[in-house]
């Protein structure tokens, strides 16, 4: 919080969690930490080249020196999350873009807001601006068994994260995958839900911050304090 010079409240911890508040990351990012869960915790260095090619001598060498780093996490908790991230494909909210799929893929939606919201106000795409929409994010890597690609994207303002990225993240899959190039998304197709309000949970911005009931359970309803006659 010193960059922002701003006191940090206990409020942000829950939010940082879920990657909201003042988390940010480059796509970069994202699709290095897909890759990284999809090696099992051990993180590459990312690079565009394989190898370097001497102008003179036309000796080849690798274009990453670095040996690989396993990140200090316990197997079972990488695990975990690969579990949660192969959900989302199949439960959650990218399992439209991906029913059908011929491999298991893992993956998580994300939502960017543009503008801030007033509370207990909700977000209708239909009534913003085109340039003040959500984000639309996916990070992703397949097949879950024998990880070949990772990725990550952004559509700005293309909406919640399954309405937009998801679609595209799918393509590119079932083309690296597969050598399939199915029909482009396009941005008729990702503004369709535009015209309906979408379902809250393919939306990935929570509309409140109050904590949830453990358990589902329900407060109490207010004792009636009448006597009766």
Do not use: C
């Not at 006191?7 to 988390?23: D, F, H, L």
């Not at 051990?42 to 001497?54: I, M, N, T, Y």
């Not at 839900?193 to 509309?207: G, K, Y």
């Amino acid at each position: 919080m010193k960059r922002f010079k701003q006191k940090w409240y206990p409020g942000e911890t829950p939010s940082i969690g879920i990657g909201q508040g003042y988390n940010s990351f480059t796509m970069l990012q994202l699709a290095h930490a897909a890759a990284t869960l999809a090696n099992n915790g051990v993180a590459l260095r990312p690079h565009v080249g394989l190898s370097l090619e001497d102008p003179v001598t036309h000796a080849r060498k690798p274009a990453v020196q670095a040996e690989p780093v396993r990140m200090a996490v316990k197997p079972e908790y990488v695990q975990l999350v690969k579990n949660a991230l192969v959900d989302v494909t199949r439960f959650g909210t990218s399992r439209i873009a991906f029913a059908g799929a011929e491999y298991v893929s893992a993956g998580k939606t994300g939502t960017a807001q543009v503008i801030g919201i007033k509370q207990n106000e909700k977000y209708d795409a239909r009534r913003v601006a085109e340039r003040f929409r959500d984000h639309s994010l996916y990070m992703a890597f397949a097949p879950v068994d024998k990880p070949r690609i990772a990725l990550a994207l952004v559509v700005e303002n293309g909406g919640f994260g399954a309405q937009a990225a998801a679609p595209i993240a799918r393509r590119v899959f079932d083309y690296v995958l597969l050598g399939k190039l199915g029909p482009e998304p396009g941005r008729e197709a990702a503004g369709t839900a535009l015209r309906s309000e979408p379902t809250p949970e393919m939306r990935d911005v929570p509309e409140s911050t109050e904590p949830e009931p453990i358990g589902g359970a329900q407060p109490e309803a207010p004792e009636d304090k009448e006597k009766p006659q």
